[in-house]
């Protein structure tokens, strides 16, 4: 029998611990947020729309293969709403909130995370929350749905990590879900599915309305088999800030889901408070609270967690990148190999679950210390307009954003009728190789639905330069391949053209929109990454041991797939200059030759026994770098580069 509904009011704050409580007491009950609400004029709205056209007809990059693939026509949608409220005055205005939800599910209706209506003041920058996080896992082929997480402080009868939800709000959870999915903008079932479930209890504002509902009732059942409910109110409360700076030198390369973003930095809020602490510390470089049995420090815990992680298959690094969205590039790399090279060196676990990207240049650049080949970074197009060529003409050779390469292309397509620009990849090549391989035992990658963007490039190039086998936890990842640009940033670029059609939004209201598309490379170049993204090579289903006792499965079978590959491995052990020449002595693991370059000019080849070998070059002595190329039966396996004295 179902014990009686149970309301958990908002004072279970006062009980939250350090360092959530101080913010989290700054939480709003939904009522009195919304009565705030509500401040766009008759103007605002026919601004806002028509703006919104601008970008999906002029700038929109996916609009053909949208219109195509979901059978959507989002510009007639826009040109009917801006016929609508031409016919309104402020006296037959509707409600705001019917403006955004309309707005919202014009945008919505691409199924495209990068191109988004963003609700102004005061919307931006708040989450709603409920006080735990559901998961969903598979059981006896059956889906289930987890709580796995609850707010520091919080309580209710039988309610904790484990606890299984079966009906919210009366209507049956996997029922629940679905309808919650077809609200968001995933490009795959698996996308929608799994945006479903996260959305349950954390929602920001900035893309989502608040809820209609100013409460839920939960329907569980506690580890003692009891049936019970619970009746809880949502919360509204400021996110954390953003990971990055807001200037147009980081803006014009991300590749993000905002959604996702915005979401992860909620659940660190909400549910890792630890994470929040080991930032304050790293910012006062102080020693780091909290860390767990075999985690290695790190000085961005936000953006990577590693340790080391014991399977029945052996001892194995472990690196979870949560996002790829930093200001710096290089400094995102630069930590990525510290951390990979303080853990153990027999095989690697790369986990990007729940990713929504960020600056694809981060995400291009660390493949390079993966793996022996040359990264080929991949290209991108512009869909073919007079806008989008006009933009790229006012920023041919432009510091830092030259998109002179695509010019020719657009210009030849007033003649061609060409729907794509020419492919020039976002990320230099240069940037892309500049340090090489720092890892060499075999590496595994882990995805789930929930990377987009960013992370579908890297898990893209980790695929197609086979780098190492692709684990997923659903069928597909996010699909979201393309380089998302905001509509202030356009509005910079045309500021000095009398012509331009942008126009600055009221209220601190936001758009974005994908303006290139990114193909791959390899064996699967010219194919779009979005809507497809990648397919794993073997497929997970989440248990309930992994959503309650860290992963464990899941690495288990990460670990057998390592235990299965191969490590390489090619060093210098020893340097010296003699009467001219230079003496080498190479040593390697799995490696039958080496091809050694001497300041990026080959000077020698030498086949290996015993793993080791010594190396006369002559005419050498003064050489500055040199560069290994280890291979085992013919195929490049590994590769080093070294400064000699």
């Not at 209706?109 to 896992?137: Q, W």
């Amino acid at each position: 029998m179902t014990q009686p509904v149970h309301e958990n009011a908002p004072e279970f704050l006062q009980n939250a611990a350090e360092p959530v409580r101080d913010h989290l007491l700054g939480a709003a009950s939904l009522p009195a947020f919304l009565h705030g609400a509500g401040q766009l004029s008759l103007e605002d709205r026919r601004l806002l729309a028509d703006q919104a056209l601008v970008l999906l007809e002029q700038n929109y990059v996916h609009l053909p293969l949208k219109t195509a693939m979901h059978a959507v026509n989002p510009v007639q949608r826009l040109r009917l709403l801006r016929r609508r409220l031409e016919r309104q005055t402020p006296q037959t205005m509707p409600r705001e909130w019917l403006f955004h939800a309309e707005m919202s599910e014009i945008f919505h209706s691409v199924r495209d995370l990068h191109t988004n209506y963003l609700l102004p003041d005061p919307f931006r920058g708040k989450i709603a929350f409920l006080p735990f996080m559901v998961e969903s896992c598979t059981e006896q082929d059956r889906t289930r749905f987890l709580v796995t997480h609850v707010v520091s402080g919080f309580s209710a009868p039988g309610f904790e990590p484990g606890v299984e939800i079966t009906h919210w709000s009366g209507i049956p959870i996997l029922d629940a879900v679905d309808l919650n999915a077809a609200r968001f903008a995933g490009s795959n079932a698996a996308a929608r599915r799994s945006r479903g479930v996260l959305s349950l209890t954390v929602r920001p504002l900035v893309q989502h309305l608040p809820p209609l509902e100013e409460w839920v009732t939960v329907s569980y059942i506690d580890v003692a088999g009891t049936a019970r409910e619970l009746r809880q109110s949502w919360q509204i409360v400021d996110n954390l800030p953003s990971f990055v700076s807001a200037g147009r030198d980081t803006a014009v390369f991300q590749g993000l889901d905002l959604d996702g973003d915005e979401t992860q930095r909620a659940k660190v809020l909400l549910f890792a408070p630890r994470v929040v602490a080991q930032e304050r510390a790293a910012e006062a470089n102080e020693p780091p609270p909290h860390l767990g049995a075999g985690d290695v420090a790190t000085t961005m815990p936000k953006v990577f967690r590693a340790q080391a992680v014991t399977t029945p298959s052996g001892t194995f690094g472990h690196i979870r990148i949560f996002t790829f969205n930093v200001n710096s590039p290089g400094t995102f790399v630069a930590e990525f190999v510290r951390l990979i090279r303080q853990l153990p060196q027999d095989g690697l676990i790369v986990d990007v679950r729940d990713n929504g990207g960020g600056h694809i240049h981060a995400a291009e650049f660390t493949l390079q210390t993966l793996t022996p080949r040359r990264i080929n970074p991949e290209p991108a197009q512009f869909v073919n307009t007079p806008l989008n060529l006009r933009i790229c003409r006012r920023l041919q050779g432009a510091p830092g954003l030259d998109l002179g390469p695509w010019v020719p292309s657009m210009e030849q397509a007033v003649e061609t009728g060409s729907v794509y620009s020419g492919a020039f990849p976002i990320s230099p090549e240069n940037g892309a190789n500049a340090i090489g391989q720092q890892y060499f035992g075999p590496v595994v990658l882990i995805t789930n639905a929930r990377c987009y963007s960013a992370t579908d490039i890297f898990a893209a190039g980790f695929q197609d330069h086979d780098i190492g086998p692709v684990l997923g936890t659903d069928e597909n990842t996010g699909a979201g391949g393309a380089n998302v640009w905001q509509h202030d940033h356009l509005t910079e670029f045309l500021a000095d053209d009398p012509g331009t059609p942008y126009t600055s939004l009221p209220k601190g209201a936001g758009m974005r929109v994908s303006i290139r598309r990114t193909l791959r490379v390899g064996q699967n170049s010219g194919t779009p990454v979005e809507d497809l993204g990648v397919v794993p090579d073997e497929l997970h289903r989440m248990t309930r041991r992994d959503l309650l006792e860290g992963n464990i499965d899941l690495l288990d079978q990460a670990g057998r797939l390592l235990q299965g590959l191969t490590p390489h491995a090619v060093t210098i052990t020893e340097a010296a200059a003699a009467d001219g020449a230079l003496r080498l002595k190479l040593t390697a693991e799995n490696v039958d030759r080496v091809d050694v370059y001497l300041d990026q000019r080959p000077r020698a080849s030498v086949d290996l026994f015993g793993g080791q070998a010594d190396l006369l070059v002559p005419g050498a002595a003064s050489a500055h770098t040199a560069h290994l190329e280890g291979f085992e039966v013919g195929r490049l396996v590994a590769s080093t580069t070294r400064d000699l004295p």
